[in-house]
């Protein structure tokens, strides 16, 4: 009532879809063999195991962050969702080797949009794992998150969250 007097809005809530950025097999986050990941310490999400090395944007909004290693992205949504795309496991100790940006912080991108290639059998070889976690940083921030559930995921096509802000 006093928000109607005083002419404050109430923020509305938004929903967003979030599309698989990369193809391959669809895994629960609590398979995921790192407890950072499963225990979802880091956030909400779900995870992939890639068929191959092209990531693109799981949604529309900005590029926040990018790891000089180039092993993961951090974007940011128009309703304020901030997702980590991580690509595999341990990787950060190829320090970037096999990894190719197309991307920079700042930039606006859309489902689909490429934002990293990689070399797939490399991180396999040299990584713990290939699997990649989605996961929303901020999910605790978030009025709801509907993990869609698949045996395989097309890249930018497949819905595998959606997402409303409180």
Avoid: C, W
Wanted: charged letters at 25%; zero cysteines; hydrophobic letters at 45%.
């Amino acid at each position: 009532m006093f928000k109607k007097l005083f002419g404050k809005k109430e923020a509305a809530s938004e929903t967003i879809n979030i599309y698989a950025p990369v193809s391959g097999r669809f895994v629960p986050l609590a398979e995921v063999p790192d407890p950072v990941f499963a225990q979802k310490m880091m956030g909400d999400g779900v995870a992939i195991e890639p068929s191959e090395g092209t990531i693109v944007s799981p949604i529309k909004g900005e590029i926040v962050l990018v790891f000089p290693t180039m092993h993961a992205i951090g974007l940011k949504a128009e309703n304020g969702a901030e997702l980590l795309v991580h690509i595999g496991l341990d990787t950060v100790i190829m320090n970037g080797e096999g990894f190719t940006l197309h991307v920079e912080e700042g930039d606006k991108v859309a489902p689909g949009d490429k934002l990293v290639t990689f070399d797939l059998e490399l991180v396999k070889l040299k990584a713990k794992s290939a699997i990649t976690p989605v996961i929303i940083t901020n999910s605790d921030d978030m009025q709801d998150i509907e993990r869609k559930e698949y045996v395989e995921v097309v890249s930018g096509q497949s819905e595998i969250m959606i997402v409303t802000s409180s």
